[in-house]
């Protein structure tokens, strides 16, 4: 039987000082594999989405119902960071449940930044984000000014040389999104990038016929520039570089029902595990 590792490590630490912390699993056999990076909880608001990243690390290292950790492993290491943003999701909690941004001081009495308009790829609050310190979209005084993105862009930048792919994993909207978000141009791959978020997205759909859209950002959503995933791909040049909107289409939005958490989950990690099953490990990993 073959063995599993787990080791935790705390990549940075945020604003008011919490850790944010990165799992790695992976064969305990000393074979270093491609790898997955996925994250959770860059809007503070969206709270299925840690909970999907925490389920997802309970179904690697114990296993899953349709047993595909075992084939999972021995295809890549994997790296989940389920809280990106735990500034921001305490005070979700404890005072304000819709809170997006994390909790930096501005001054004028404003709090945070959107660390989802931070990242520094073609960064430009003039794309979907602000130069108001007071707006939830605020892109930051710079791209990277916060702990929190710089966290990530350092452990991405340390671990990209195998680095097949980044998930980053938000809510609502039931959407697999690639890059970009700053333009309604598309990358010179999106067809490999589209046809297997479809592999991910048909799979998650056999367990309750959820439906997710499969696209660009900008041309699903809206177009936002500064987001995690443009720079993993455009900066980092992680390939299969991503953006999940989990649950709902807007029946509850960010406040999902306790009864849907679970098959949130379930579906969630079936889309995830045919998706990274399904990549030509050939192919990807940063080259140069
Ligand atoms: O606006 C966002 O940051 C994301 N939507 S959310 O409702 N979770 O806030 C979408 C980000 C998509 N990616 C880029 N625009 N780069
Ligand atoms: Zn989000």
């Known amino acids: 039987m073959p063995t599993v590792n787990a080791s935790l490590t705390t990549i940075g630490f945020s604003a008011e000082g919490r850790d944010i912390k990165v799992i790695k699993i992976s064969r305990g056999d000393g074979v270093s594999r ?13 709270w299925i989405a840690p909970a999907t990243v925490l389920y997802f690390i309970g179904q690697m290292v114990y296993g899953d119902e349709f047993d595909l950790s075992p084939q999972l492993l021995d295809k890549f290491d994997w790296f989940f960071a389920p809280l990106l943003n735990p500034d921001g999701y305490e005070y979700s909690h404890a005072t304000y449940r819709l809170w997006r941004k994390n909790r930096v001081e501005q001054g ?153 958490i679970e098959p949130n989950c379930r579906e969630s990690w079936r889309g995830l595990a045919e998706f990274a099953l399904s990549l030509n490990t050939n192919k990807g990993g940063h080259r140069g």
């Not at 994993?169 to 999104?177: A, D, E, P, T």
Request: with cysteine; glycine share 12%.
């Open 34 to 46: 491609p790898s997955v990076f996925i994250d959770g909880g860059i809007h503070a608001r969206e």
């Open 108 to 260: 004028r009495n404003c709090y945070g930044t959107d660390l989802n308009r931070n990242f520094g790829y073609q960064w430009n609050p003039a794309v979907g984000g602000s130069t108001n310190v007071c707006s939830d979209v605020y892109s930051g005084s710079q791209a990277f000014s916060e702990k929190e993105s710089q966290a990530v862009e350092t452990f991405i930048m340390d671990n990209r040389q195998n680095m097949m792919a980044y998930l980053t994993y938000h809510s609502y909207g039931q959407m697999w999104l690639y890059p970009w978000g700053y333009t309604s141009s598309l990358p010179a791959d999106w067809q490999e990038l589209d046809s297997a978020a479809k592999v991910g997205t048909a799979a998650l759909a056999q367990l309750y016929g959820t439906n997710y859209v499969v696209g660009s950002s900008t041309n699903v959503l809206y177009s936002a520039a500064g987001g995690s995933d443009d720079w993993a791909k455009g900066g980092a040049g992680v390939k299969y570089s991503y953006t999940i909107e989990l649950r709902d289409t807007g029946a509850h939005g960010f406040v999902l029902p306790t009864n849907q």
